[in-house]
């Protein structure tokens, strides 16, 4: 095993090979406050990459209700349950990951499920943490009867549990942008992969007999154009582009902006030692900090506290980043604010967005003189 530095966990970590950080690291950030649940991005996904044979019950994208949905079966609460109780020290990890935990001889603690575990896609959609009574009348914030969609893609690891297990090394990490790829050509089929991953975002397929993964959409990112399920999202809670090397960081970058410069942006199960590289804004309504930290990690809570700042209209810039999620297709890597105005460049350098952070409103009068008509107003 190497010593490899986690910057999630804010230590150094066990994991069978060297550290290699790709140039730029490809990477997303879903704003769970904003999501409601459509699974528009869901399909978005199944039509383009898995509508073929032996792909059937593959979503390489989901969007699971928590505290209860998960796709696999409780895949997040077996793996939680494998690794036993684990603790932080302030923001260092202080427990073990997967790694770490792994009994003698084997790589990395793992659950392998079965054909039934993956039989129920929404279970638990819509329900709330406990059980509705008629005593409440009224809202609160943050609520003590809530749920939230948790959208779910492979996270493209720094160290991706899938690629270590590989004993083909079929599963590699593209140096260029960190996207986690499967050779097919390659792969026998072993499923190492598909028991290793601890989020469950490698699948098998029966018909073809090799594994399968999200490809983050890469010929169109090679284009600088954002991935499928990120351009058709309607409720606009994703943001897309690469997230620069640890002490790198850009201001003027969007993802370096979210994670690293106001750090609203959090990984899922940071605990399990992976790195990965979809961030999730967490949801301000929730009355548990001990879920919410359990998923996103001790960072959590001041990510919630930034967010609504920005929402209060005390932090525009953050404000400002946040609408430009899916304002473009294409892969913002540059933004700016002016004034009450948004702009944002490709790679190119081509300026793609300006944007007002409030749309400007017009009240008329009902009657119009020049054309002698009068107007309804919809209010
Ligand atoms: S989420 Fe799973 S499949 Fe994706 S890179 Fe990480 S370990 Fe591999
Ligand atoms: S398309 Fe966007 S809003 Fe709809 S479920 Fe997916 S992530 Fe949520």
């Given amino acids: 095993m190497a010593e490899v530095f986690n910057w999630q966990l804010n230590r150094m970590m066990q994991y069978p090979y060297e550290e290699s ?19 528009t991005c869901t399909l978005a996904c199944k039509t383009c990459w898995t509508s073929g044979n032996g792909q059937e019950y593959m979503l390489w994208n989901n969007v699971e209700t928590k505290p209860w949905g998960s796709y696999p079966l409780a895949w997040d609460v077996r793996e ?11 923001d260092t990890y202080g427990g073990k990951t997967i790694f770490e935990a792994a009994p003698q001889g084997e790589r990395n603690i793992a659950w392998k499920p079965t054909d039934m575990d993956y039989s129920y896609p929404n279970r ?20 003590d009867m809530w749920f939230f969609y948790l ?19 079929s599963i590699y990490k593209r140096p260029e942008d960190g996207i986690v790829l499967l050779d097919q050509e390659r792969c026998r089929g072993y499923r190492v992969c598909f028991e ?27 284009q600088g154009i954002q991935p499928r399920c990120m351009r058709n999202c309607i409720g606009k809670i994703r943001s897309f582009g690469f997230l620069s090397r640890p002490g ?30 979809v961030y999730y804004i967490p949801p301000i309504h929730v009355d548990s900090n001990a879920f919410l930290t ?9 990510s919630i506290e930034a967010y609504k700042k920005a929402m209060n209209g005390e932090d525009n810039e953050l404000l400002a980043v946040l609408l430009l999620a899916v304002s473009t297709d294409q892969i913002i890597h540059r933004f ?8 944002a460049w490709n790679e190119k350098g081509d300026k793609v967005v300006s944007m007002p952070l409030k749309v400007p409103t017009v009240e008329r009068t009902p009657y119009d003189p020049d054309l002698n008509v009068y107007r309804y107003n919809i209010t």
Avoid at 124 to 140: A, C, I, M, Q
Avoid at 294 to 302: A, E, N, Q, S, T
Wanted: charged residues 25%; contains cysteine; neutral net charge.
């Fill in 294 to 302: 359990m998923l996103f990690g001790p960072g959590c809570l001041d």
């Fill in 80 to 90: 939680l349950e494998l690794l036993g109780p684990q603790h932080w020290d302030g």
């Fill in 151 to 169: 959208p779910r893609v492979c996270n493209h690891c720094t160290y991706a549990a899938c690629l270590q297990g590989c004993p083909r090394q």
């Fill in 21 to 39: 950080r790709p140039i730029r690291q490809a990477a997303a950030i879903f704003d769970t406050n904003k999501c409601i649940g459509c699974q």
């Fill in 336 to 343: 700016q604010l002016k004034g009450q105005t948004v702009e």
């Fill in 124 to 143: 638990g959609e819509d329900e709330v943490n406990v059980t509705l009574t008629s005593k409440r009348y009224h809202l609160k914030l943050p609520h």
């Fill in 248 to 277: 790198e960081e850009r201001e003027d970058n969007p993802i370096d902006f979210l994670v690293h410069i106001r750090k609203v942006g959090k990984p899922l199960y940071p605990q399990f030692g992976l790195e990965p590289n």
């Fill in 196 to 222: 290793a991953c601890p989020y469950k975002k490698v699948f098998y397929n029966h018909t073809t007999r090799v594994s399968e993964k999200c490809v983050f959409c890469f010929p169109a990112v090679e």
